[in-house]
């Protein structure tokens, strides 16, 4: 059999594998032999059109890099100021420019020309997410007839959305040169269905196919997951762990952790934990809410906005409830080790995944799975993750309603015992059975 090679923006530069995805393509990778290509953490002024080997780990990896101006267009521009927001519904805030465009095909052009010199024909292609959406097609211009399959982590957009984008007969027609279109969810899988559709000009056949020259292609749902056992191993030798007075007896936490992104519904979130402590005097000194979300994406201007209104109204609540042994909200702008967020999730009582939008939601997944089943807490999840589809045993909330994510937090700390395990029971089988290593061998299995 041929080999794996995956590419994604990023390539993962540490020794040892982490976070759900690499470990998940890391096992595939190892045992059958493959590849990983991705940018290397440096920019370089004029960047050579070769591969750079990473030495170590369980895999092969290959870097190159990106110039400072590359980084501009493709990365910061189109990638992360065009199709970001376009992807998450949030078309007011795109930023279109000719010279983004122009950079993010040229970075995939001179990817898929060093692919190519590497390449051999039973090699099968497995890329992932939006910044390389033009990639088969480039690798087919110069003549590669290997099998490639794309991975979008993000949502896929609506019609109406798309239209937004001057290029998006382009984006589709990117599309078609992949055998296998893999979304998060159900929702994604329409959406991408009726996109190319209305937009792409494809007709849609039966069983998840559509046809779009110059080929016929499969769209279809694998929802990402993550290893839950071994989460579930991490999460209860962590708790033992965590920092002495972190949770107080009687008193109980709430948990958010999310990149500092716009879509990840943050100011929503805060504005309902303010509503709750407005209407529930008695929880006052009670339950306080830990917010973990190192900030991403810095320079982009819509990211400075959002640290801006996050940290204004954090202070806020915490100003208007805050007394000299309590203060409500604890906002925490770094990343967190994996270990400690694994115990950090299972000292809290509920967690708060709330996003506007979300591929899937990787968080909502690792609360649940670190869980004590004897006496989990629960999981509060916006109706716009992608998790949602699979998490129906959770409180399931419209992030766009305050008043509603009130009322919810005040359910789960009322929660009794017994509902608590029923709910997470269901949730916890799912997680087991669907895990990443499911999650690889459905996408590779149906790639073929
Ligand atoms: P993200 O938008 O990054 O991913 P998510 O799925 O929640 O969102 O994954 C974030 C990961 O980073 C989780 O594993 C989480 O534990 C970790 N993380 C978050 N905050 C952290 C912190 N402060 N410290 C340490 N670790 C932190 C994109 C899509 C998602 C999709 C994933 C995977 O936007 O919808 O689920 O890819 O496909």
Redesign the pocket.
């Known amino acids: 059999m041929g080999r794996l090679i995956c590419l994604s923006n990023r390539l993962p530069l540490g020794p040892t594998p982490s976070?759900?995805?690499v470990v998940a393509l890391a096992d595939t990778l190892t045992e059958r032999g493959g590849v990983w290509i991705g940018t290397s953490d440096t920019l370089v002024e004029t960047p050579e059109n070769r591969f750079t080997e990473i030495e170590g780990g369980p895999f092969r990896r290959l870097a190159f890099d990106l110039s400072p101006e590359e980084q501009a267009s493709y990365y910061h521009g189109y990638a992360n100021s065009v199709l970001w927001p376009l992807f998450h519904g949030r078309t007011d805030l795109l930023d279109i420019r000719g010279d983004y465009l122009a950079g993010y095909k040229a970075v995939n052009r001179r990817l898929a020309k060093m692919l190519l010199q590497v390449l051999k024909p039973d090699d099968r292609i497995w890329v992932h997410?939006f910044h390389l959406l033009p990639l088969a097609h480039d690798l087919r211009v110069l003549g590669a007839q290997n099998r490639m399959g794309f991975f979008l982590?993000?949502?896929f957009p609506t019609p109406l959305a798309l239209q937004a984008l001057p290029n998006g007969p382009e984006l589709c027609a990117w599309l078609a040169h992949y055998e296998l279109v893999g979304l998060?969810s159900e929702r994604d899988v329409r959406n991408c269905m009726d996109a190319m559709v209305q937009i792409g000009g494809a007709t849609e056949l039966a069983g998840g196919f559509i046809h779009l020259e110059p080929r016929q292609l499969r769209i279809a749902a694998f929802p990402?997951a993550?290893d839950a056992a071994e989460f579930r191993t991490l999460a209860e030798e962590q708790v033992t762990k965590l920092p002495e007075g972190l949770v107080k007896p009687n008193r109980r936490l709430m948990i958010g952790?999310?990149?500092l992104?716009y879509?990840?519904g943050v100011p929503q979130r805060f504005r309902a934990f303010g509503e709750f402590l407005e209407r529930h005097e008695d929880w006052h000194r009670l339950v306080s809410l830990i917010q973990?979300?190192?900030p991403t994406r810095e320079g982009v201007p819509a990211y400075d906005d959002i640290r801006q209104e996050t940290e204004h109204l954090s202070g806020q609540i915490n100003g208007t409830f805050a007394d000299i042994t309590w203060t409500p909200i604890r906002f925490?702008n770094?990343?967190?080790?994996?270990e400690v967020?694994a115990g950090l999730y299972r000292a809290a009582d509920i967690a708060l995944v709330t996003?506007l939008m979300?591929?899937?939601?990787?968080?909502?997944k690792?609360f649940v799975a670190a869980q004590d089943p004897e006496d989990p807490g629960v999981l509060i999840l916006s109706q716009f993750?992608?998790?949602s589809e699979q998490l129906v045993d959770a409180l399931t909330v419209n992030p766009h309603d305050p008043e509603q994510m009130a009322t919810a937090m005040m359910t789960a700390l009322a929660m009794p015992l017994a509902e608590r395990q029923r709910r997470h029971e269901g949730m916890m089988q799912l997680l087991l059975k669907k895990d990443v290593h499911w999650w690889s061998k459905g996408f590779l299995t149906a790639l073929g």
Do not use: F, Y
């Open positions: 976070g759900g995805l997410d982590h993000t949502p998060q990402i993550i952790v999310d990149r992104d879509t990840k973990i979300s190192p925490i770094r990343p967190i080790p994996r967020l996003p979300d591929g899937m939601n990787l968080v909502a690792e993750a992608g998790a």
